[in-house]
């Protein structure tokens, strides 16, 4: 029986992933451990597969024999993709990285670099292996005797095993003996210093599925989310590092591979919006919208305004293409004066500065946002009465600080050509955006980004 003091430290060697500094980033270590077994877990379509490839040819390129186990794609699939969207992207990185070092070099300097890259490819293809013959999980064990561990076995060499997925055959999730196959496949893994990648769904509630003894079994735990272009990664388990229950957010770009997105932290945003009434005012309606926590739910933090609408806002903005803010939080301030109610002519501006800290851009200054907004992205237009209370409360005739700070209106459509009527007539300089929809607006607003 070991003393205490005759057992040594577990050391642990890394496989070095240099081209993914975010992976460092977010696993606290300097890459993938040997015999680390890690779980990737995330929603349809968020990027697992693009993760896996990404890291899998990293480490081929280094000259690393990967095998990728495809249990739900077919190896076809995966080549295109190696092809048509990680390869390029490495392309495009490296162009960055000259253009960066700002480095002036001659024809055969950039050849030599080009052959170098070539040659990345080239091993890549060399070391990278797709099978497609596993069953299922309870197949594992008996696969990595016979075609990794055993004698003579095509994939002897291999360091790296991604099993793409292991729920991909439709496991039940109260089957108890897949996974039981699973863990034993982990262990003999483990043994023998290979590292092994998981892909694993997760369930409609946004747990990981399987049972509790999957996270128990795996050293460490990749938990990505879906907003959007955008694709928070959590860590909420790491036996070698951190845990990360801060979001590390990366974005799928134009080649659809994964890289850090410059959004590190959540910026709050602000609007103006307009009140009416016998003494209409303006209001500024300031939002932060940001990613929870690792286990914490999303929410509202409204103090002054109706919580039903808000929802019911978030929903609208949610069904707008490719967006989906419905699972993140919420801090809104917009302080109505002398408890007056709340008006639908707030749910522009306040949709706006949701959407302008979500998207992390800018609303230019001097920007005022009327109207309600309703379930098919319609901006409504106002009564006559409203836009007359409007013009007042800017003229310069009344001494208005207002004239001096807003330099443009955004309203219904409808409403524009008589808005620009009373602004003329009142000598204001302030311009009139006419707008129909809610889509509009944020096509003017961004146009950089808002996709067509």
């Avoid at 050849?111 to 060399?126: F, S, T, V």
């Avoid at 699972?327 to 408890?339: M, R, S, V």
Wanted: with cysteine; glycine share 8%.
């Amino acid at each position: 029986m070991p003393k205490f003091i005759d057992i040594k430290y577990e050391q642990h060697e890394f496989f070095k992933i240099a081209g993914l500094p975010w992976l460092r980033e977010a696993a606290n270590h300097p890459g993938l451990a040997q015999g680390g077994i890690y779980l990737l877990s995330g929603p349809p379509g968020g990027g697992k597969t693009t993760i896996a490839l990404q890291i899998s040819c990293e480490m081929a390129s280094c000259g690393v024999k990967v095998l990728y186990l495809a249990l739900e794609q077919s190896p076809g699939d995966l080549k295109h993709k190696v092809e048509k969207q990680i390869f390029k992207d490495r392309r495009r990185a490296r162009v960055e990285l000259e253009r960066g070092a700002n480095q002036k070099k001659e024809g055969l300097e950039k050849a030599g670099e080009l052959l170098q890259l070539h040659k990345e490819e080239e091993r890549i293809a060399q070391n990278l292996f797709i099978d497609s013959s596993v069953n299922g999980m309870e197949s594992l064990p008996d696969f990595l005797a016979r075609q990794v561990l055993g004698y003579s076995a095509p994939y002897s060499e291999a360091k790296l095993i991604v099993v793409d997925s292991i729920q991909g055959l439709g496991t039940a999730p109260t089957s108890s003996k897949p996974y039981q196959r699973l863990f034993e496949f982990n262990r003999w893994a483990k043994e023998h210093g290979m590292a092994v990648i998981l892909i694993g769904h997760i369930t409609k509630g946004g747990a990981i599925a399987g049972p509790r003894s999957l996270e128990h079994n795996v050293d460490c735990v990749f938990y990505l989310r879906k907003a959007m272009k955008l694709r928070p990664l959590f860590v909420p388990k790491n036996r070698f590092g951190p845990e990360r229950h801060e979001p590390l957010t990366l974005i799928m770009n134009d080649n659809g591979c994964l890289e850090k997105s410059k959004h590190a932290k959540a910026k709050a945003s602000s609007a103006f919006g307009f009140l009416p009434g016998p003494s209409g005012d303006l209001l500024e309606v300031q939002a932060l919208v940001k990613l929870p926590k690792f286990g914490d739910k999303a929410g509202i933090k409204a103090p002054y305004l109706p919580k039903q609408k808000l929802i019911q806002l978030v929903g609208i903005i949610s069904s707008l293409h490719e967006i989906d803010i419905s699972d993140l939080t919420f801090e809104i301030n917009c302080a109505i004066p002398g408890g007056r109610p709340y008006r639908e002519t707030l749910d522009l501006p306040l949709a706006m500065s949701m959407l302008s800290s979500y998207f992390q851009r800018q609303i230019p200054p001097g920007s005022l946002f009327i109207g309600e907004v309703d379930l098919f992205h319609t901006i409504r237009p106002v009564t006559a009465v409203l836009l007359g209370n409007l013009v007042d409360l800017l003229s310069l005739e009344g001494g208005s600080a207002y004239a001096h700070i807003i330099e443009r209106i955004y309203i219904s459509e409808d409403n524009k050509s008589e808005l620009v009527h009373l602004i003329t007539q009142a000598n204001l300089n302030t311009k009139v955006c006419g707008v129909s929809s809610l889509d509009k607006v944020m096509e003017i607003m961004w146009p950089e980004i808002i996709e067509k």
